[in-house]
């Protein structure tokens, strides 16, 4: 790999690859509404969610890693003794987490330390980097990880890769339909096409119980829906706000504003709820040039206390119909991931980067931003968009059954905790479960030690 800097620092540090691996399998929300014998439009229009990815017992997080990292590195012909830094951000913690059913079930191995057996042949053992947990913020501090290491005196000119990644399942009850899985690989380096911008970051970090895994009898979380929504909507104000007068200070900009960004992608635990998030935005702007021509039809809103608005429904509807153009043509692109495949945890971000490479054309990927950070689209993605593949990979899945989805789940929750245990899944054949090239595990030993196959990339 060649080093490319300016001055003894790298240049244009960002993204030169990606890739997404997302169950074969899913379940249509219109018919799980049914199924579950809740009002038409509760899942579909409520969340605004259309499909949902389903994994059985035969996946983990271990798998699912393995899948994006080789997929990655076969598409864009990459050697593994090119890459000196791998990062894991995932909600799986490297201990037992019944979250995600039959993943890393130990108290000390990290994910990492699996996908190692990747680089085996090559014979490459000199690569930094470790798991990286804070619910679905670790993707993005592995990301952050990996381009500070490329950016530092550190970095050794190789290639740093980053996997995020995910299963989301929840009890029976109104959270499990905003269910789903996926796990993105993104490969750093110098003179990317894809940048992250230095200097414009806005973080905010609390302690708060709104989303939290306590029970470790239980595979499931708890989850305060209202409080984690509102907990989503203050971050959201916060590090905006943050971001903001960063860029204030950076560019001189005198009041920079939504209309300066050519689309925002969000953590999109349900896409009902990116669309308030983006109205919100709409709302900050607000705040801070009230008397913007374009918000005299949202005037009587003048002065309300930014607690207080977090809470109103008025003030929700009225800037979700202020910012619908706006979010049909920013915020829609990066949400087609999100809405056939569902929650992804540390990977939804970047299910929407994925989803906004690959569907929008190349010409109109000018620049983009997201409300912790920012990034440029420098050079041409068609490779990317080309190999990402994603329209007609997600129309190539197949569909089961609630019935069939009720039992999966019921099958995981099952086979937690078992050792001298070989999954079966739902006897489907690996072929109708799996995509090629798809890693899924087959043997748990008595050490409790995992082992895995992959399926041929011809079916």
């Known amino acids: 790999m060649a080093s490319i800097t300016v001055n003894g620092t790298p240049k244009n540090t960002g993204i030169l690859a990606v890739e997404i691996y997302f169950p074969k399998r899913y379940v249509e929300q ?91 042949e090559s014979g490459n053992t000199d690569v930094m980097g470790i798991d990286t947990t804070n619910a679905c913020y670790g993707g993005t501090a592995a990301l952050f990880n990996a381009v500070h290491w490329v950016e530092s005196s550190w970095w050794d000119g190789r290639y740093a890769l980053v996997v995020s990644g995910d299963i989301a399942v929840y009890a029976s009850g109104p959270a499990r339909p905003t269910g789903g899985a996926g796990c993105i690989a993104l490969l750093i380096g110098p003179n990317a096409p894809i940048v992250l911008e230095s200097g414009l970051r806005g973080t905010h970090m609390e302690h708060v119980w709104d989303f939290y895994k306590p029970d470790l009898n239980s595979e499931f979380p708890v989850v305060d829906g209202h409080f984690s929504n509102l907990c989503y909507l203050k971050s959201l104000d916060i ?58 039809s949202v005037a009587n809103f003048k002065g309300i206390e930014i607690e207080s608005s977090l809470d109103s429904k008025d003030l929700e509807k009225a800037f979700v119909n202020l910012s619908k153009e706006e979010y049909t043509k920013n915020v829609l692109p990066g949400l087609f991931v999100a809405t056939q495949n569902g929650n992804m945890y540390t990977a939804s971000l970047y299910g929407s980067l994925v989803s906004l490479l690959g569907e929008t054309p190349s010409d109109q990927l000018a620049s983009l931003a997201a409300t912790f950070f920012s990034i440029k689209i420098i050079a041409p993605i068609t490779t990317i968009a080309k190999n990402l593949n994603i329209k007609n990979r997600l129309d190539s899945r197949v569909k089961i059954s609630p019935e069939k989805f009720n039992e999966i789940m019921r099958l995981r929750d099952e086979s937690h905790l078992k050792k001298d245990f070989s999954p079966v899944g739902d006897k489907s054949p690996v072929s109708d479960s799996f995509f090629g090239g798809t890693y899924y595990l087959t043997r748990i030993d008595d050490k409790w030690r995992r082992f895995y196959q992959r399926t041929p990339h011809k079916q």
């Open 239 to 296: 590090c905006y706000n943050r971001y903001i007068e960063k860029l204030v200070a950076k560019d001189k900009s005198a009041r920079p504003n939504l209309g300066s960004i050519d689309y925002v992608l969000f953590h999109a635990p349900y896409c009902k709820l990116v669309q308030k998030a983006f109205a919100r935005l709409q709302f900050n702007d607000f705040v801070r040039n009230p008397d913007d021509k374009q918000f005299q």
């Open 30 to 120: 219109a018919e799980l509404e049914k199924f579950d014998g809740v009002s038409s439009g509760k899942y579909t229009i409520g969340l605004g969610q259309t499909r949902m990815g389903v994994c059985d017992d035969r996946e983990d997080i271990n798998s699912v890693a393995l899948t994006a990292v080789q997929n990655l590195v076969e598409k864009y012909n990459i050697s593994y003794k090119d890459i000196g830094r791998l990062e894991v951000g995932t909600e799986t913690i490297s201990m037992i987490d019944y979250q995600h059913l039959l993943y890393n079930l130990d108290k000390s191995k990290a994910v990492k330390t699996v996908l190692m057996q990747l680089f085996t």
